[in-house]
């Protein structure tokens, strides 16, 4: 049954105390969650979570389609980190299933390894390379940069102008709808180039997907008597119905100041799914496209997932200027412009910004779990400094 707003009225009023909510939480994906579940759990505090979507989860929310193969219905999500902290948090909430994801990219009519390797080298161009030649080689077309400013600067300084045209160009052109030359070193930076035969997309020490989905995982993490959940609902719909005292906010952080200094540039996806009678598709989870087709790549989920089904769903990934916000676009007058607002979110102190909406940055689901716990850290620590000094007043010896 759909609850109302004045359900959550009621509930709020009938929290012990009665004091309505302690916390607005806007947004339930992994930044929301994790500070409401934190802020129940283990501070008792009373929380609210709204989120404008239908699901909670937020962009790695995952659910079955009609055939019932596991889908992750804004793209591919795939779990990976050097953090143990943020590893062990988030096995409270699920069991992992071991996962190394492989990409291979089609490149003159062939797929092979990406990121690059001794084999994609190898196989592209007929070779029988060792790792210390493929070095070499890499040296020999490597084009000298006095300085590296842009992504384009990144890749032809390590691997040369030819492989930088083959697997990158085509690729962030369709993806930003800018030529890597004017895009920040970072974007291609996060893709390393081995000289060994290592297949793996992710080097991180931990990859393992949540055994029986995000989903899942994010319903037992929001399992506590203290969160209420409400979707459908935009925060501004209700924050002033409600009783609440501070807000988390995981939402854009442009929106939140309704754009008064301009929109923060964002970059979006069209996401083309499809399910295939077949078992499989492909050999690996996902294969880009940086040259053919207007999208960047085919992602299989049942590698993913790990999913024994008949059939086998799919999904196209089409860059676009409009929709969702999904991609922070990295230029320097774009991060100037955040500064601005990030000036207005420090002079807005009960409202905690959080997340990579709300901070204006590309993060990985662990990147934003651990920007969380942090925050969560902050809160807790300001809020036991106001106990003590509270508690000191109380107790402190009162003049006659
Ligand atoms: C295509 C794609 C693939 C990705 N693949 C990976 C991957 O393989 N591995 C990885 O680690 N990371 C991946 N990521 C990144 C990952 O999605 C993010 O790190 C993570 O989802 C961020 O969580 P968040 O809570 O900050 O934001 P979100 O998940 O976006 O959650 C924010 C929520 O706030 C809600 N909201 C916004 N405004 C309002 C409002 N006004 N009122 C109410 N609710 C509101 C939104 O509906 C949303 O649900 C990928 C991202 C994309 C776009």
Redesign the pocket.
Known sequence: MDRNSQDYVRDAAATPGGGGFDYLI???????SVLAERLANDMGQRVLV????PHIG???YDRYDDAGVLIHP???????TNSEDVFDYLSRFTQWRPYQHRVLASVDGQLVPMPINLDTINKLYGLSLTSFEVEKFFESVAEKKDEIKTSEDVVVSKIGRELYNKFFRGYTRKQWALDPSELDSSVTARVPTRTNRDDRYFADKFQAMPLHGYTRMFERMLDHPNIKVMLN????EIEEIMPWRRMVY???ID?FFDHKYGKLPYRS?RFEHTTIHQEKFQDVGTVNYPNDYAYTRISEFKHITGQTHASTSVVR?YPCAEGDP??PVPRPENAALYKRYEAEAEATPHVVFV???ATYRY??????VGQSLAAYRKLRTAHDAQSATSSAVLTSPQPL
């Open positions: 806007v947004g339930a994906g992994f930044a929301g709204v989120d404008k979507r937020g962009n790695a804004y793209g591919p999500h795939i779990f990976h609902t935009d925060y501004r995981t939402g854009p929106a996806l990934e999904y991609y997340g990579r909406l993060y990985n689901m662990d990147q934003v």
